[in-house]
Nanobody, 115 residues
Framework: QVQLVESGGGLVQSGGSLRLSCVVS????????MGWYRQAPGKQRELVAD???????NYIDSVKGRFTISRNNANNTVYLQMNNLKPEDTGTYYC?????????WGKGTQVTVSS
């Protein structure tokens, strides 16, 4: 079984930065494509960024130029560097596979951006 543990969230002012981490552990021989999702209050969970096993990345338009997803295959960790944060970035952030069968969701990490 695979475990996903997200961390790095917090309360920041608009324009601030945070770096999220996701450690993938358990029955995984190597890190495949991964993504970062967020769920704002009262809204559905959405995929905001993903990274392939080769390092190719994709972002939704609203975070392009502000967020950077990266990975360290040596320690099975995926990162999300978030700069110039906006109040609309507020939500619980989760990592998981971007396509196909998902791992069991972790608890996520809360990001709150104040105006």
């Amino acid at each position: 079984q695979v475990q996903l543990v997200e961390s790095g969230g917090g309360l920041v002012q608009s324009g601030g930065s945070l770096r999220l981490s996701c450690v993938v552990s358990g029955s995984v021989s190597r890190l495949h494509a991964m993504g970062w999702y967020r769920q704002a209050p009262g809204k559905q969970r959405e995929l905001v960024a993903d990274i392939s096993s080769a390092g190719g990345t994709n972002y939704i338009d609203s975070v392009k130029g502000r967020f950077t997803i990266s990975r360290n295959n040596a320690n099975n960790t995926v990162y999300l560097q978030m700069n110039n944060l906006k109040p609309e970035d507020t939500g619980t952030y989760y990592c998981n596979a971007p396509l196909g069968i998902k791992y069991t969701w972790g608890k996520g990490t809360q990001v709150t951006v104040s105006s």
